[in-house]
């Protein structure tokens, strides 16, 4: 399963649009891109696989693996970046703002079961993370 990732950056927040295995899914919210800064930005652009992990805080999520410089970087449920989000991604069914989003469980469980499917039968989960702008 490929999930991808096209981020569009603004100065408040990250929007951006996923896909998987090539088809329009959701949209998606991330922290401002900080340049990687813990806690405060969005991870930096690049494939990483995901796999199955229960966070006491957030329940089933999927855990990015091998993010450089990052750690607990997860796909979960959130409507707002900054007030939700340490890094993370969550999928969206609207975009409101930059960084604000709506109904994301409505999305993100859906998206998680399907991952999660795919890891029970052996397969890997990729996701891609790009955008329109240039790697920095």
């Known amino acids: 399963m490929i999930i991808t990732i096209k981020r569009t950056y603004h100065e408040n927040g990250t929007n951006g649009d996923i896909s998987v295995d090539g088809k329009f899914y959701s949209h998606c919210i991330e922290l401002p891109n900080l340049n990687n800064q813990h806690g405060i930005s969005c991870i930096p652009e ?10 006491e805080h957030l329940g089933d999520v999927l855990w990015l693996q091998n993010v450089p410089n990052r750690d607990m970087i997860y796909i ?42 795919e890891i029970a039968k052996g ?14």
């Open 76 to 117: 979960h449920s959130a409507n707002d970046a900054k007030k939700e989000l340490k890094g993370c991604i969550a999928p969206v069914t609207t975009l409101t703002g930059e960084g604000i989003g709506s109904a994301s469980k409505a999305v993100f469980i859906p998206l998680r079961d399907m991952a999660y499917a």
């Open 123 to 136: 397969k890997n989960v990729t996701v891609f993370i790009g955008s329109d702008k240039p790697i920095v």
């Open 46 to 55: 690049g494939s990483y696989e995901a796999i199955k992990h229960h966070s």
